[in-house]
């Protein structure tokens, strides 16, 4: 089992930057896949970023590209997504998640996950 508590989300300017950490317990994070998705008022919940359990693999969904980095520190059993640049479109509430199966590839897919954090806000103003 894998438990997930997202933090640092917060209130932002257009142009400005957060870093979300992803700190996780359980015996298995190290060797899980990771992702970040974000889900806004009445949308579906979409992958932001994927990192693979190496942390030598990562995919990003097209709005964030060359604006995010996702990452890993196996060591202190936590995930991180740097955001910089913000824009109001990248407000919603973000949310990391463990994949189902270890040692698995770059996964894009909500049903590939199978443990999630409680999610934290994050809000751009113009």
């Known amino acids: 089992q894998v438990q997930l508590v997202e933090s640092g989300g917060g209130l932002v300017q257009a142009g400005g930057s957060l870093r979300l950490s992803c700190a996780a317990s359980?015996?298995?994070?190290?060797?899980?896949?990771m992702g970040w998705f974000r889900q806004a008022p009445g949308k579906e919940r979409e992958v932001v970023a994927a990192?693979?359990?190496?942390?030598?693999?990562?995919d990003y969904t097209d709005s964030v590209k060359g604006r995010f980095a996702v990452s890993r520190d196996n060591a202190k059993n936590t995930a991180y997504l740097q955001m910089n640049s913000l824009k109001p479109e990248d407000t919603a509430v973000y949310y990391c998640?463990?994949?189902?199966?270890?040692?698995?590839?770059?996964?894009?897919?909500?049903?590939?996950?199978?443990?999630w954090g409680q999610g934290t806000q994050v809000t751009v103003s113009s």
């Open positions: 998640a463990a994949a189902r199966l270890a040692y698995g590839i770059v996964y894009r897919r909500r049903i590939d996950y199978g443990f």
């Open positions: 990192i693979s359990w190496t942390g030598s693999s990562t």
């Open positions: 359980g015996p298995t994070f190290a060797n899980r896949g």
